[in-house]
């Protein structure tokens, strides 16, 4: 089923999806589908969830929608379990990942600003993904994105990623560099995973010069690579830190949490959204948050990405064209040494739903509900694709 009036900006639709319920996806044909996907890092919790269903059922015959004129006590539940898992101080809820990450470089430039920096700057990274609005995309690392949106906003500098040297020799020819904004691991640019003392360095970079220390979390939050947040491997506190995607496990919702010197910095009248932190997503985030953190659900996504990375990496030990198989928790990608596009229809026809990103790289994003023998599965399915594999 295709519309004409519908704007062009996914091209053609691999299948209709009709039905959800765990790991499993069925299409308007019958078809059944193993995801490993998760809607691009959403449903970390599968499809149909019992406890989300429950939560946006109940609250939708209760009350949708009020305006952050009134106090709505869902929103504050959610906030206050997010600053509890998370160590951050407080929040403000948008509706998306973007959303998230604009009010993030609107803090950077209110702190800048009041440090009387001229034109407040973030360094952002090479090959970083932080969003499709215009001061989001500004911030991301790839011309794709970028390409007939110019003029591009003012006010970024950008350096290698995983490379804190660079980003020292950076600082010390920009005064005005004020934050640094950093995807923990690369997602949309190919599943690039950090050394594991990065993100102290940075921390302890960012200390000393006095710089924000921003985290997009919007794709590694919210469990998938074993922890809440994906900083928490690392022991630091950010000053900022934004998620979205499995923050409502697939109702709209995105957050930015601050902390420490960047916690007071929105003031009233600074910042706002009409649909952020409605009573009907914070509904669904709070249950969403509560599955995963009280049900030991991070945990689950640690030993089940260790289990589909372990298999993928015995099974394709010989197979010239795999660069590399990398990944933390259920963030997972398999490097080839071409271009590898193809390999999303074909998987489709063996009834797997998996994703290309970065031209050559597959990435795994299952949900964490996802059993042993699914994500068996998945990779005896994947494999022989990936070992026929000849070029797209
Ligand atoms: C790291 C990261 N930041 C931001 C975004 C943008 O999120 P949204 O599509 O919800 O605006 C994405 C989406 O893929 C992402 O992966």
């Not at 709070?286 to 640690?302: M, N, P, Q, S």
């Not at 660069?323 to 074909?346: H, T, V, Y």
Request: hydrophobic content about 40%; aromatic content about 6%; some cysteine.
């Amino acid at each position: 089923m295709t519309t004409e009036a519908l704007m062009n900006t996914y091209g053609p639709r691999a299948a209709t999806l009709v039905k959800g319920e765990g790991a499993w996806l069925w299409d308007d044909r019958g078809n059944r589908y193993l995801d490993g996907l998760s809607g691009i890092a959403v449903c970390g919790l599968g499809h149909s969830h019992p406890a989300i269903a429950a939560a946006v059922t109940q609250q939708a015959s209760e009350l949708t929608h009020c305006s952050n004129f009134f106090a709505i006590p869902n929103q504050q539940a959610l906030a206050d379990k997010l600053c509890d898992v998370s160590g951050m101080s407080n929040v403000f809820f948008g509706n998306s990942g973007a959303e998230a990450n604009e009010a993030a470089i609107k803090m950077a430039r209110l702190y800048g600003n009041k440090l009387g920096i001229k034109l407040p700057t973030i360094l952002v990274m090479d090959n970083a993904f932080h969003g499709r609005t215009l001061a989001t995309l500004t911030a991301s690392g790839s011309r794709k994105v970028q390409a007939g949106f110019e003029p591009l906003v003012r006010g970024f500098a950008r350096g290698p990623f995983n490379d804190i040297q660079a980003l020292k020799t950076i600082g010390d020819n920009n005064p005005d560099i004020c934050a640094v904004f950093v995807e923990p691991i690369q997602g949309e640019g190919g599943i690039r995973v950090a050394d594991n003392n990065y993100l102290s360095q940075l921390r302890e970079l960012c200390d000393q010069r006095g710089w924000l220390l921003m985290l997009d979390e919007v794709q590694t939050g919210n469990g998938r690579t074993g922890k809440y947040f994906c900083y928490q491997h690392s022991g630091i506190v950010p000053d900022v830190v934004t998620t979205s995607k499995g923050l409502g496990n697939g109702v709209p919702i995105g957050a930015i949490l601050a902390s420490g010197k960047a916690a007071g910095l929105m003031q009233p009248g600074n910042h706002g959204s009409t649909f952020g932190g409605n009573p009907l997503s914070c509904a669904a985030a709070l249950a969403a948050v509560t599955e995963i953190v009280d049900g030991g659900l991070d945990k689950r996504a640690a030993e089940l990405g260790d289990r589909i990375i372990n298999n993928l990496q015995t099974e394709l030990a010989d197979t010239d064209h795999v660069l590399e198989i990398r990944g933390r928790g259920c963030m997972i990608g398999i490097e080839l040494d071409k271009p590898c596009k193809s390999l999303f229809m074909a998987a489709m026809e063996k009834g797997l739903i998996i994703n290309v990103t970065a031209d050559s790289v597959i990435r795994l994003l299952p949900p964490f509900v996802m059993t042993s023998n699914q994500a068996d599965q998945l990779v005896d399915i994947l494999v022989p694709l990936i070992k026929d594999f000849d070029k797209d």
